[in-house]
């Protein structure tokens, strides 16, 4: 079997497998799932399927997130970092960098963030649909 065919068996099974990414960061416009978050709940089940994701920069410096699999196929995404101005440039960098690679990430793994973590509070009921902006 090709590559490929192996890569997206294992996302496949990655797919059915994988929990929901729960947003359980206050931000300044409502709760998101931060990037940790995102990480937290991908990285164990992509292991489990013998996949990983790579984060690097571009010689331009753009973000080009991988999706590897262990027989050798991948799958690329490349977006362009956009400017911030942020009064320190450095900070604003990190921050546009860190809000990539979480959109980048849920991008190449077709995932979004959904309901927000009420540590048990609804008892497992699921909450009614937010409105399109809850989203990341």
Same mark, same amino acid.
């Given at each position: 079997? &090709? +590559? #490929?065919?192996?890569?997206?068996?294992?996302? #496949?099974?990655?797919?059915?497998?994988?929990? =929901? $990414?729960?947003?359980?960061?206050?931000? +300044?416009?409502?709760?998101?799932? &931060?990037?940790?978050? *995102?990480?937290?709940?991908?990285? %164990?089940?992509?292991?489990?399927?013998?996949?990983? *994701?790579?984060?690097?920069?571009?010689? &331009?410096?753009?973000?080009?997130?991988?999706?590897?699999? $262990?027989? @050798? @196929?991948?799958?690329?995404?490349? $977006?362009?970092?956009?400017? !911030?101005?942020?009064? !320190? =440039?450095?900070?604003?960098?990190?921050? @546009?960098?860190?809000?990539?690679?979480?959109?980048?990430?849920?991008?190449?793994? !077709?995932?979004?963030?959904?309901?927000?973590?009420?540590?048990? @509070?609804?008892?497992?009921? %699921?909450? =009614?649909? %937010?409105?399109? &902006?809850?989203?990341?």
């Amino acid at each position: 079997m &090709d +590559q #490929i065919s192996e890569l997206t068996k294992a996302l #496949i099974a990655f797919h059915k497998k994988v929990g =929901p $990414v729960l947003k359980g960061t206050s931000g +300044q416009f409502g709760r998101y799932a &931060d990037l940790h978050q *995102v990480l937290e709940t991908v990285n %164990p089940v992509l292991l489990e399927n013998d996949l990983v *994701v790579t984060q690097t920069f571009t010689i &331009d410096g753009d973000l080009c997130t991988t999706l590897h699999h $262990v027989s @050798g @196929g991948s799958i690329s995404s490349t $977006v362009k970092l956009l400017p !911030n101005n942020s009064k !320190n =440039p450095l900070h604003g960098w990190g921050g @546009g960098v860190t809000y990539m690679r979480r959109y980048a990430l849920l991008g190449i793994l !077709n995932l979004s963030a959904g309901l927000e973590d009420d540590d048990g @509070g609804s008892g497992g009921a %699921p909450k =009614p649909a %937010p409105a399109n &902006d809850d989203f990341l």
